[in-house]
Each structure stands twice: as C-alpha cells, then as structure tokens.
C-alpha cells in the first residue's frame, strides 16, 4: 500500500499509547492492568479509521506523511486515544450556583431536593427552554469538551420529567450529534426525579406506559438509566422502569450507591446492566456481584469533589478484576467538563495509577456504553479518534491538572481542535 492517500499521519510521537496491554483483543474481555506504550511511534488513518500503528519508521514507509491530507509531527509528544465520557446530563437549562453555596452552608443535597431545588429547579427552567436555546448551550458545552479531550460523550435526558420534554431532550441530542464532532451517545433518565405534585407510583407507571414505548419509537436513545437512590426511587420502582426499558429495547444504566446503600449495585447486576454509576457506598458484594455480570462500574470523582462527599473506591473494584470506567458527571450541580482533571481526582482521591485512570477514561469507558469497535484504543480498525498532547508521557493528563496538557484533537481521522 506504498503511496496509499490517507487521512492522517501522526509521527514522531515520544510516547504512543495504544490501549490495554493485556493482549486482549475487542473480542475478549479487556483489563485495566498497564497500558501497552510504543516509544518513536506513529499512527496512520483512512476513512475514519486507525490503518496502522507501529514504530514511526514502518508506518511512514507505508504511509508517507507527503500523501497524507494531514501530517502532524509529534516529536517530543505523547499521542493518547480520545477520551470517552460514558455519564454526563449536558442538556439542560438554568443556574443552579448559589446551590454551591447552600452546600457550603452546610445544607444537603437531598434537603436542596425537598426544598424544590436540585432537579426540580433544573427540570423548570429546562421545560421553559426552546429547543433552539438547549441546543445552543448543549454544542457550547460539546466544544469544552472536545477542547479538553473528549471525542465521544454520553449525554442523558432526564431534566425533562413528562414524555413531551423527555422527548424533545433526546431531539436535541440527536441535533447536536449530527451538527458537533463529539460522538454522543443518548440515554434516557426520565426516572431521575419525581415530579412535583407527583405520586411515586403514579410517575412510575407514567415512565413505563408512556414515556418508555414513546422513547422507544422515537429511536434515539440506546440506554435506559434511573436513579436508584433513598428519596428519589426504590429498588422495585427502578426495577420496573429498566425491564420496561429492556422491553423497549433499551439497554439499562443505573446511579446507584451515589449517597447511601440502597441496592443499585444489585439490581444492576441482577438486570445485566452496561453500567452502575457512582458507587461511592458500594460494599464487596455488591463489587462481586457487579464483576460477575459483567457490568461496568463507572466512578465519577468529581461529583464526590463538588458535593464534599466521600470518594469511591477504585482498588476494590480494581483488585476484583473490574475494568472501572471514569466519567465526569457533568450536570447543574457538578460542573465538570474535563476528563483529564476526572483522571487527576482518580488519583488523587479514588487510588488509581495514571496509566489505570487513562484507561478508565478511554477502553473502559468506551464498555460503559458499549462501544465494542476499538472507541478508547489506537488499534488497527479502531476509530482514529487521539489527542496530541504538548507533554512528552501520558503521565501529564493527570499529573498537570492546571490546564489540558492537549496540543491537537483528532475525530474521525480529522483533527478538529
């Protein structure tokens, strides 16, 4: 293929990561042991797609950077996977700061919640909102994101509380998806709340005879999430929701363990959810039975670090052989865009090695969302989704939590930033 017109050629590089080095391939069960790092490496892409990666000699043998509609010399450099968001609320409406500063005051989150704050307050202000508004704020957000690393994101419904909202919140994402380089990824939460004047089991059935078969119709959302917490829904409320979901045709995520013990944990094992999202209360049953069904514990250091809460814990889930995915929670009580200074608090806080926390926030978080193609790895066939940092180890994400250590992003084999 000598002479072959690419895409991209990334050259050079210090440091190259690829992805997991456990040899596993996509096929079968990745880990979160060291990473596999080429030194004087290079990439190539065609058509979106990693063509090759390898010592920089052999790859610009094969593709020469003068044919490439893109060279970009990474001497000194290190070269990573984009980062992968696996749990964020980006749509939304409204300003929920001074909230910051009742917390600071010592008053709770679930008091700001029976106060009619939290989500509620967000839930108001979003169902007010034009879609052309919750579009513009969402692409503003998408390009923080991507200037701080992140080619694909997940992005939640959930501030809309009634199927009319619900549905133009996943409309909205869907917008963003095809009009911003960032791959989205859409979930629907329309159990992330009980509405006002609402009975519990009134919303319930609401989200699982109307909300989820409209969803379902629609065709945007590919997950179904709840909020399986003390004061919000319980265990068979949120059961109900995510085999409805199931039903639909909506894979489940579950917030569980975020403030007390209240069996997310479980019941996301229990239904084979993709995910279960924060787990700072999760004991040692609930990290076997998570490891046995196959679900992706997904930590978010950030929201521990807003809240004042306490952190999870990594090396329990690490040491059972998990592969523990790192998201930013990004939403009106946790603003949080970057991934790379999620991977700081990883280590810092939540007992994570930088290698550990870039691969949670890369192949790991690429499982949470079921993301099998190679997302999160510079693997041949992999999307040609990296970021050229400005540092020549990977080390610096986390290490330097000032500002991204992030030169170029690339998407798709393009670099957009």
């Known amino acids: 293929m000598s002479g072959a017109s690419t895409t991209v050629v990334v050259a050079d590089a210090a440091e190259l990561v690829v992805g997991p080095a456990t040899g596993a391939s996509d096929d079968t069960e990745p880990g979160e042991g060291p990473l596999e790092v080429l030194e004087d490496a290079a990439f190539a892409a065609i058509d979106g797609e990693v063509a090759a990666v390898g010592p920089t000699n052999e790859v610009v043998r094969e593709y020469p950077p003068e044919n490439a509609d893109e060279a970009i ?60 508004e919750l579009l513009e704020t969402l692409l503003a957000h998408l390009d923080v994101m991507l200037a701080r690393g992140s080619t694909t994101v997940e992005v939640k419904s959930g501030y809309g509380l009634e199927t009319e909202t619900e549905l133009r919140l996943l409309e909205v994402i869907d917008r963003a998806d095809d009009e911003h380089p960032v791959d989205l990824v859409a979930t629907y939460l329309g159990a992330h709340a009980v509405p006002e004047s609402r009975d519990d089991e009134e919303y319930v059935d609401e989200v699982v005879e109307e909300h989820l078969p409209a969803v379902a119709d629609q065709g945007i959302a590919e997950f179904c999430d709840v909020f399986c917490e003390e004061g919000v829904f319980d265990v068979e409320a949120s059961r109900r929701v995510l085999e409805a979901g199931t039903a639909a045709g909506l894979t489940p995520k579950v917030h569980a363990e975020e403030f007390t013990r209240h069996g997310g944990a479980q019941l996301a094992a229990e239904v084979e959810a993709a995910s279960a999202d924060h787990l700072l209360y999760a004991t040692a049953e609930d990290v076997e039975a998570l490891v046995d069904a196959g679900t992706v514990p997904v930590l978010l250091p950030g929201t521990a670090f807003g809240l004042g809460e306490r952190y999870a814990d990594a090396r329990e889930f690490l040491e059972a052989g998990a592969p523990v995915a790192l998201a930013t929670d990004f939403n009106p009580n946790c603003h949080a865009r970057s991934m790379a200074f999620v991977q700081t608090l990883s280590c810092l806080e939540i007992g994570t090695t930088p290698a550990e926390a870039l691969l949670g926030a890369t192949r790991n978080a690429a499982l949470a969302v079921d993301r099998d193609d190679g997302t999160g790895t510079l693997r041949e066939g992999a999307p040609a989704d990296a970021l050229v940092l400005e540092v020549p180890s990977y080390v610096h994400v986390a290490y330097r939590f000032d500002t991204p250590a992030i030169e170029t992003v690339i998407k798709n084999g393009r670099q957009v930033w």
């Open 73 to 132: 010399d990474a001497s000194g450099k290190a070269v990573v996977p984009g980062f992968v968001d696996p749990h964020t609320h980006a749509v939304f409406a409204g300003d929920r700061s001074d909230e910051f500063e009742a917390r600071l005051r010592g008053k709770t989150y679930q008091e700001i919640l029976a106060d009619g704050g939290g989500i509620l307050r967000t839930v108001q202000a979003t169902r007010e909102a034009s879609d052309e």
